[in-house]
């Protein structure tokens, strides 16, 4: 899938990573943060039907409503709140809490940071957008979502810019995964370290994936 990729590629490509494709109705089954070397990426559209207008209004901050029903586009304003609700609806069950007990802070840049109610752990997280689309990538190293039409360059660009947001140490060894994105969306999530198992929700499997299987 990645031959012909530049060598000015930015980001050293975890082509063997292990996916494993899950329904978005498993999303509540993740129960623990992402390992060392694993990858939890979301694929959902604004009208994700777990994040139902009653979740929106009862899981947001004050301030996140407030975002969502002020934004000058209704639907980017709604698309934010179904984004944020999703992320605190799988970071709960990381953290054995409820969806409105996620602490969910926005630093500059677009930063997210999300602890657990008693602020002992958190998850690296980030999330972004293209169109109707919303992707959420949580690991136990930095990340970062880059979108972009036609080029996946230009994906990887913005996710090793966004993914260096939160990384303290300036010589990160990033790695970049590719992300099966729906018509001309490319995508690609950058993270601070070798990745391994890439757990993804809302993907359909490829038909590779199952002919890869051995006969039973």
């Known amino acids: 899938m990645m031959q012909g990729v530049c060598t000015s590629f930015p980001l050293k490509l975890a082509n063997d990573a292990a996916?494993?494709?899950?329904?978005?109705?498993?999303?509540?089954?993740?129960?623990?943060?992402?390992?060392s070397g694993e990858l939890c990426v979301w694929l959902v559209t604004s009208e994700f039907r777990f994040a139902s207008a009653s979740n929106?209004?009862?899981?947001?901050?004050?301030?996140?409503?407030?975002?969502?029903?002020?934004?000058?586009?209704?639907a980017i304003g709604r698309r934010f709140g179904v984004a944020r609700a999703t992320l605190r609806l799988v970071v709960s069950q990381m953290f054995d809490c409820r969806p409105q007990e996620v602490q969910v802070e926005d630093g500059p840049d677009?930063?997210?940071?999300?602890?657990?109610?008693?602020?002992?752990?958190?998850?690296?997280?980030?999330?972004?957008?293209?169109?109707?689309?919303?992707?959420?990538?949580?690991g136990a190293a930095s990340?970062?979502?880059?979108?972009?039409?036609?080029?996946?360059?230009?994906?990887?660009?913005?996710?090793?810019?966004?993914?260096?947001?939160g990384e303290s140490g300036a010589d990160a060894s990033w790695h970049g995964v590719v992300l099966p994105m729906p018509g001309e969306i490319r995508g690609v999530v950058a993270v601070g370290g070798?990745?391994?198992?890439?757990?993804?929700?809302?993907?359909?499997?490829?038909?590779?994936?199952?002919?890869?299987?051995?006969?039973?």
Request: net charge positive; glycine share 6%; aromatic share 6%.
């Open 110 to 138: 677009e930063r997210i940071i999300a602890t657990d109610p008693r602020g002992k752990r958190s998850v690296h997280v980030d999330v972004a957008y293209s169109g109707i689309w919303i992707v959420i990538a949580l």
């Open 56 to 74: 929106v209004g009862s899981w947001l901050s004050v301030a996140e409503r407030r975002r969502a029903r002020l934004h000058p586009h209704s």
């Open 194 to 216: 070798a990745v391994t198992d890439v757990q993804a929700f809302g993907w359909d499997k490829p038909a590779e994936a199952d002919a890869a299987k051995p006969a039973q």
């Open 19 to 35: 996916w494993r494709y899950h329904d978005l109705a498993k999303s509540r089954a993740v129960d623990r943060p992402p390992a």
């Open 143 to 165: 990340v970062g979502v880059g979108l972009a039409v036609d080029a996946l360059a230009d994906a990887a660009r913005i996710a090793k810019t966004r993914a260096e947001r």
